[in-house]
């Protein structure tokens, strides 16, 4: 365990913005999370738990509290057989996408469709990260965490996770701070049956495919980085919390109202937005389109030190020397401005500490 002071939490953060940490401990094993998050809550402080920081946005005025940095390791196969497939534990500060290299080399199907996400795993169950048509919550067997009002380590099965669109039971409060996770993964040569267009497409192949699973990695990279979704030192497109905003989920009526917008705003013969059926009845639409027709294109803002990526209009970017601020003021601009033209309000994916959007 390493405890340093006044540490610039933008040097954690994939946004490369954050004031300083009052006090920062990095923890290397489980045992070391675990009392690091307990010596904080007996001393009843402020607490910010931290693993990749791709999905974190923080104040510039810093965390006065003690940031826990999360850089624990292990990926842990404990069974591997074709009938009851791989189970394999991953410790919560594994990067992730290594995690999926490990899995695509082992012919571990199940999360070749995530890879090139940026974070760590322990974040991974949190918002139930998912793209290219799969989730996590589809490979996911348990998730151990250390229950801090409980003060005891409890063990969440799948089913009990609540897991949903972008979210779960662990989002939006900070009771539980995540251990490791279990995964079930199937044992194959080839991928998970391709459920995203744009990637069938990429590979050539028809929906519902199944393909190599290191061909899914490389085409799933493919279009990642078509996106500036791939963490690059050298790409200002990448220096961001990924896409700033989950796609909206609407009722049926909502939805209708927002096609009626549309044609009043675009035209009745211009374009309709996305439609996709959820499983309740209700409506996906995508939240890139919305943004791109309320007329913040890709690149909005520049030569702005804050300003939406050149490749892909749903990432907020720091364009080098950008502050939290600069990054919120554009954020709350395309959400205002999406909202006055189709009366649909965005919400941030990212969590952001100590401002609001």
């Known amino acids: 365990m390493r405890e340093q002071h006044d540490v610039p939490l933008s040097t954690l953060t994939t946004m490369r913005v954050g004031g300083p940490a009052a006090r920062l401990v990095t923890v290397s094993t489980t045992d070391e999370l675990v009392d690091a998050v307990r010596e904080v809550d007996d001393a009843d402080e402020p607490l910010l738990v931290v693993s990749g920081g791709s999905n974190l946005i923080v104040s510039d005025d810093g965390f006065e509290g003690t940031v826990v940095h999360v850089t624990t390791s292990g990926i842990e196969p404990e069974s591997a057989d074709y009938c009851g497939g791989a189970v394999v534990r991953v410790a919560a500060g594994e990067v992730w996408d290594d995690v999926v290299a490990r899995a ?23 918002q139930n990260v998912g793209a290219y048509g799969q989730d996590v919550s589809q490979s996911i067997a348990q998730v151990r965490t250390w229950d801090r009002q409980e003060q005891a380590v409890r063990t969440f099965m799948n ?20 251990l490791d996770v279990l995964f079930q993964f199937e044992v194959a040569d080839l991928s998970r049956p391709i459920a995203y267009a744009a990637l069938a497409k990429g590979l050539d192949v028809e929906l519902g495919t199944r393909v190599p699973l290191s061909d899914a990695r490389e085409a799933v990279l493919e279009q990642r980085r078509s996106r500036g979704m791939v963490l690059d030192d050298a790409d200002p497109d990448t220096w961001s919390c990924g896409s700033f905003f989950t796609n909206p989920i609407l009722s049926r009526h909502e939805f209708d109202a927002l096609v009626e917008r549309v044609g009043e705003r675009l035209g009745w013969e211009g374009p309709t937005p996305p439609r996709f059926a959820e499983p309740d009845g209700r409506v996906k639409t995508s939240a890139a389109w919305l943004i791109d027709h309320a007329g913040f294109t890709k690149g909005f803002g520049l030569p702005a030190p804050a300003a939406l990526s050149t490749k892909h209009t749903l990432a907020v970017t720091n364009r080098g020397g950008a502050t939290t601020s600069d990054v919120l003021a554009l954020a709350r601009q395309v959400r205002d401005g999406v909202r006055d033209t189709f009366g649909v309000t965005l919400v941030n994916e990212p969590v952001i500490v100590g401002e609001q959007l």
């Open 104 to 126: 695509v080399a082992e012919g571990w199907a199940g999360v070749e469709a995530l890879s090139g996400i940026p974070g760590r795993t322990g974040a991974t169950p949190i």
């Open 159 to 178: 089913a009990d996770c609540a897991f949903t669109y972008r979210h779960s039971r662990f989002k939006g409060h900070s009771r539980y701070v995540v």
